[in-house]
C-alpha cells in the first residue's frame, strides 16, 4: 500500500528499484479500486522457495544495491527496528532472529522502495495520522496469533505513533509497514495546514465490503505562520485547592514552559464555587507543563485543545528612571509601533530601589519610552 501510494504520487519508478536491487524479482503495477475510490495497487512476484533470513543477510543485500547512501540506511534501520521488535517478542538476540517472510525478496523490495520513495520526496517531516490495526486473528510462521500481533505493538511501543483497533476483523497494519512509520513519522496528527502539491492512494490486497482498504498519501508545502510551533490550551475545574496555593500552581506553570497561564472563577454542581486553570503552550513543552499541572494541582483530569496563536513583533528597549534601567516592550504591526509596556518586574524594582510609588516609575517609564521613539 505505501508502495503504490509513493507510486501514484510519482515519487517511485517501481521497474528501476527492481534493477538497482539486483534480485531476481518481478514487479506489477496497476490502476484499481477500492472502496469505489481509485487506487494503485503494486504487487512483488518472486520465487515461494526464498530462504529464512537474518539481519546480516539482509543488510548485505541493501548494501550491494545501486542505491544511495541515506536510502541504504534508512532501509537498514527498518531491519534493525523489526529485528529488535522481533527479538523481544521471541527471547532472542537481534542477529538470531530469522524474518520468515519478512526477509523474502518482495520484502525487502517494499521496505527499500518505500524508502526510496520517501528519501525523494524529500520531506521535512511526515505526520502520520493514527493508524487503524484490525482486529480477528491471523496466521503466521509462528501459529494463530491476535491481530494487532505482538510484532507490531512492540514496535509501537515507546515510537510515539498513535493507533486504534479496528474497525474489521482483517488484519490493517504489519509489522513491516509499521517499522517503515515508525523509522519515518515525524509525529502523529492531523494533516497539517499546507498547500497540497500532490496525493497518492495506495490498494491493500484485500477489497473489504465495507471498508476502503487503502492508504493515502498528501504531499504539499505547510504553510508559513508567524510562529511555527503549535500551540496548546490546557484546563481542568478544580474546586478543592486551597486558594493560597494558586499563586504558587501558576509560577509552577510558567517555570514548566507556560507562556501564559489564568484563573476564572466558575459555579460548579451542586452551588460548589471552583475554578478553570487555563493554561497556554508550545506544543513541543505539553508534557511538561501537563506534569506540573497535576503535580502542583489537585485535578485528576486535564482538557488539551491546539489553537491557533498570532502574534506581533516585539523587541525590547531600555530606559533609564532615576538612575535604574527598564525594559520597556514594543509590540509592531507590518513594522508600525501599536503596543507599549514597560516589564512590571522591572518598575516594581526601580520603584523599590528608588523609594518611590510604582505608579509613578510606571507612567516615568512610559514617558521616557516615548521620548526615546520620537528622537
Not at 521497474?15 to 512483488?44: C, I, K, M
Not at 510562529?227 to 506553570?253: F, K, T
Not at 513543552?285 to 499541572?293: E, T, W
Request: aromatic share 2%; net charge negative; with cysteine.
Amino acid at each position: 500500500m505505501l508502495l503504490g501510494a509513493l507510486s501514484a504520487a510519482g515519487a517511485l519508478q517501481l521497474p528501476e528499484l527492481a534493477r538497482a536491487l539486483q534480485v531476481d524479482v518481478g514487479v506489477d503495477v496497476s490502476v484499481t479500486e477500492r472502496g469505489a475510490l481509485q487506487a494503485v495497487a503494486v504487487a512483488v512476484r518472486a520465487a515461494d522457495d526464498q530462504p529464512h533470513r537474518r539481519l546480516a543477510d539482509v543488510q548485505r543485500i541493501i548494501e550491494d544495491a545501486d542505491l544511495v547512501t541515506p536510502v541504504k540506511a534508512r532501509a537498514i534501520a527498518v531491519f534493525v527496528r523489526l529485528a529488535e521488535a522481533e527479538a523481544r517478542v521471541h527471547g532472542r538476540e537481534p542477529s538470531d532472529v530469522e524474518f520468515h517472510e519478512v526477509g523474502a525478496v518482495d520484502a525487502i523490495v517494499d521496505i527499500v522502495g518505500v524508502c526510496a520513495g520517501l528519501h525523494a520526496l524529500g520531506l521535512d517531516e511526515l505526520v502520520v495520522s493514527p493508524i487503524a490495526l484490525g482486529g480477528g486473528q491471523m496466521q503466521t510462521a509462528h501459529g494463530t496469533l491476535p491481530i494487532p500481533g505482538p510484532a507490531v505493538l512492540e514496535l509501537l511501543r515507546g515510537c510515539g505513533l498513535a493507533a486504534y483497533g479496528g474497525p474489521v476483523d482483517h488484519e490493517l497494519a504489519t509489522p513491516t509497514g509499521i517499522a517503515l512509520l515508525a523509522e519515518w513519522a515525524s509525529r502523529s496528527g492531523p494533516m497539517p495546514a499546507m498547500t497540497i502539491t500532490g496525493s497518492g492512494v495506495g490498494a491493500g490486497s484485500r477489497d473489504l465490503p465495507q471498508h476502503p482498504n487503502v492508504l493515502r498519501l498528501v504531499v504539499g508545502e505547510r504553510l508559513a505562520e508567524p510562529d511555527a510551533d503549535e500551540w496548546q490550551v490546557m484546563a481542568a475545574n478544580i474546586d478543592d485547592l486551597d486558594p493560597r496555593l494558586w499563586p504558587g500552581v501558576i509560577d509552577r506553570l510558567l517555570a514548566a514552559g507556560a507562556v501564559d497561564a489564568w484563573l476564572t472563577p466558575i459555579l460548579m454542581k451542586k452551588g460548589r464555587p471552583a475554578h478553570t486553570v487555563h493554561v497556554m503552550c508550545a506544543a513541543s513543552k505539553a508534557d511538561g507543563v501537563r506534569r506540573a499541572l497535576f503535580e502542583e494541582s489537585s485535578t485528576i483530569g486535564v482538557r488539551t485543545t491546539t489553537v491557533g496563536k498570532h502574534a506581533l513583533e516585539r523587541e525590547f528597549v531600555e530606559v533609564d528612571v532615576g538612575g535604574q534601567s527598564v525594559r520597556v516592550k514594543l509590540a509592531r504591526l507590518d513594522g508600525e509601533l501599536v503596543n507599549m509596556a514597560p516589564e512590571f518586574d522591572d518598575v516594581v524594582r526601580a520603584a523599590g530601589a528608588l523609594g518611590r510609588p510604582v505608579k509613578a516609575v510606571l507612567a516615568e517609564a512610559s514617558a521616557a519610552a516615548h521620548d526615546r521613539l520620537r528622537s
